[in-house]
């Protein structure tokens, strides 16, 4: 069990699932680079956010929900949570300005807010669901023995690596285009198999590329 202190951001796990260095560019280092699309996803959330709980056909919606577990030394926020009538159990909704991505980074921080509110509220909730912006409709996840396994992992990981104080080295892959940090990060110029002089040539001839005056 975890203490108050040490409780780590839920978002987190997100970043770390995709990608290690990420996580600990933003979270260890503070580096943040915003674009049109975290941008967007930023406005998205922050609409939900400022919306009121409300009552639909029965079902209680809380909208900026507070979660935490001290077993898995999270905390965090669930964009929506549904509450219907018992015996049926609540249902997270998360945000997301895109579309489902080929990794299960999304799923693990569903399954995590899942797993905050069974250990808050002492009860299971099986499922939940995304809502992208494209195709602007719910996809239901099943929380399955595989995804808690690896929420777990991916906390524990994440602790190991806030503990240790060290961002993990660049590790080039096509997702690297898509991130946000990609001209922060060089994942292309800053790799273990490269030599100090051979990163700071690489350095020379990017920063030569943005600025060619």
């Given at each position: ?24 560019l933003i ?86 807010q899942a ?99």
């Open positions: 069990m975890f203490q108050e202190a040490d409780l780590l951001p839920l978002s987190g796990l997100m970043h770390l699932v995709y990608c290690e260095r990420r996580w600990a979270h260890l280092e503070g580096i943040w680079e915003e674009n049109l699309f975290t941008a967007e996803g930023r406005l998205l959330h922050d609409k939900v956010d400022a919306a009121h709980a409300e009552q639909r056909q029965g079902v209680r919606i809380v909208r900026g929900l507070p979660l935490r577990s001290l077993r898995l030394g999270l905390i965090g926020r669930a964009d929506v949570v549904e509450f219907p009538p018992p015996p049926d159990p609540p249902f997270p909704v998360e945000y997301k300005r895109g579309k489902p991505k080929p990794d299960c980074s999304d799923e693990v921080q569903l399954c995590a797993m905050c509110l069974e250990e808050m509220l002492g009860i299971t909730v099986p499922r939940g669901a995304f809502f992208y912006g494209q195709p602007r409709r719910r996809t239901v996840v099943e929380f399955s023995a595989e995804l808690r396994i690896l929420v777990e992992r991916a906390a524990a990981r994440m602790h190991e690596l806030a503990a240790a104080g060290h961002t993990p080295p660049a590790n080039y892959s096509n997702k690297c285009r898509g991130c946000s940090l990609f001209e922060l990060c060089l994942p292309r110029a800053v790799r273990p198999d490269r030599s100090a002089a051979q990163w700071l040539e690489a350095s020379r001839r990017h920063a030569a590329r943005r600025d060619p005056a």
